[in-house]
Structures are given as structure tokens and as C-alpha cells.
């Protein structure tokens, strides 16, 4: 009898608690691990990998490289080695006439633009920044972004040009000769649409018989 009634004492409420409540609270109990053995992991992972704002992303041969796709070079003209490997380095500004006659150089003052400006006249199958350090076709934003920093900063940030990928992890960016010529970066004119139709022409077109 003793025994009886300590363990009623024990559990006082063991007979007021309702099946529902019990059932509500094994539930949640289940869900609540649920969340934590799958948000935990994420969070570690985050924290052991964290992702570099745009801000802060190095550029060139820095510690973490933009992921770009391949430039859009003309069919055949690279590796630009393959015909300049053993013609002499001509420095002078004029206009090409034996090769690459089609380029027109609308970049900048013309009188103060020349080829070597950009390609390397060393390494042709490089680009040359203005320090004169060489760098690949696939890096070409850091020497545009010598002279148009704003946009480089908001191509970085993603808001100049396209970039497509996770929002926080890895991205893969257009480079700028994706959408602007390099030699002539100006956007052409292009000749607007005609305005839409009202609704009723629109109507009347659709039910006119041919």
C-alpha cells in the first residue's frame, strides 16, 4: 500500500495528462530533430566554407578565381601564336591591311588606342594590363576594369552584365566581350518595334477574314 501511494505522488499528473496532448507533444519532439539533424550540418558547412561577398572577390591569380565560360573568339583566330610565332613585333599605329583589316578600333581616342595596348606583344596568346603583366583571355575583365572600375564593380556584384548559379555559393559570369565588342564596345542603334495594338484593332484584326 506504502508503495502505491508513493508512486502516486511520483506522477500526480500521469492520469490528467489527455492521449492528444501526448501524441502533439512526440510529434513535435519528432519534427524538432528532423530540423536539427538537417539545418545543423548546413550551418557547419557554411561556416567551415564561407562564401566571399562580390565586394571582396579577388580577381586574376588571386585566391579564388571567377568562373567564367570560354571568350567568344571568331572561328580560327586563336591561338593568335599559330601566325604570329615568328612575325616581328610591329608597334607602330596603323591601319592592318595584310590581316585583321575587318577590325575597326572605335575604343577610346584612336589616336591614343593601338592593338598592343591590350594584347600582349610578347606572349600573344596573353593579354597585357597596363603594368604590362600578361594575362589569360579568360581573366579579360580584370584589364577592362583598369578603365571602367564602376562597371567592373557592378559586374562583380551581379548587376552589370549576367551571371547565373547558386545565390550562395559558386557563379559563373558572362565576360564583358560576351556582349560588348571588344574593339568596338558601343552598343549598335537598333530600330524600336512598332507600339501594340489597341484591344479593339487587335480584336477586329484577329476576326478579319483574309
Known amino acids: 500500500m506504502e508503495d502505491s501511494s508513493r508512486s502516486k505522488s511520483l506522477f500526480p499528473l500521469r492520469k490528467k495528462?489527455?492521449?492528444q496532448y501526448v501524441?502533439?507533444?512526440l510529434l513535435s519532439a519528432f519534427l524538432m530533430g528532423i530540423l536539427i539533424y538537417t539545418t545543423f550540418p548546413v550551418v557547419f558547412a557554411l561556416?567551415?566554407?564561407p562564401v566571399?561577398?562580390?565586394s571582396t572577390l579577388s580577381v586574376g591569380g588571386g585566391t579564388q578565381d571567377l568562373q567564367v565560360p570560354a571568350p567568344p573568339f571568331s572561328e580560327g583566330i586563336f591561338p593568335c601564336s599559330q601566325c604570329h610565332r615568328d612575325l616581328p613585333v610591329n608597334r607602330t599605329r596603323r591601319e592592318l591591311q595584310s590581316a585583321h583589316d575587318d577590325i575597326v578600333l572605335k575604343h577610346g581616342p584612336p589616336e591614343n588606342r593601338w592593338c598592343l595596348d591590350c594584347h600582349h606583344p610578347d606572349n600573344r596568346d596573353s593579354l597585357r594590363l597596363a603594368n604590362g603583366e600578361a594575362i589569360d583571355f579568360r581573366h579579360s575583365y580584370t584589364l577592362c576594369g583598369q578603365c571602367h572600375g564602376d562597371k567592373f564593380r557592378d559586374w562583380r556584384a551581379g548587376i552589370h552584365g549576367k551571371?547565373?548559379?547558386?545565390?550562395?555559393?559558386?557563379?559563373?559570369y558572362l565576360l564583358c566581350v560576351h556582349c560588348h565588342n571588344p574593339h568596338s564596345p558601343h552598343f549598335k542603334p537598333i530600330a524600336p518595334l512598332p507600339?501594340?495594338?489597341?484591344?479593339?484593332?487587335?480584336?477586329e484584326l484577329k476576326g478579319a477574314k483574309p
Open 17 to 19: 495528462i489527455p492521449p
Open 23 to 25: 501524441l502533439f507533444i
Open 47 to 49: 561556416a567551415s566554407n
Open 52 to 54: 566571399e561577398p562580390p
Open 163 to 172: 551571371r547565373t548559379g547558386d545565390w550562395n555559393g559558386k557563379k559563373q
Open 195 to 203: 507600339p501594340p495594338l489597341p484591344p479593339q484593332t487587335a480584336k
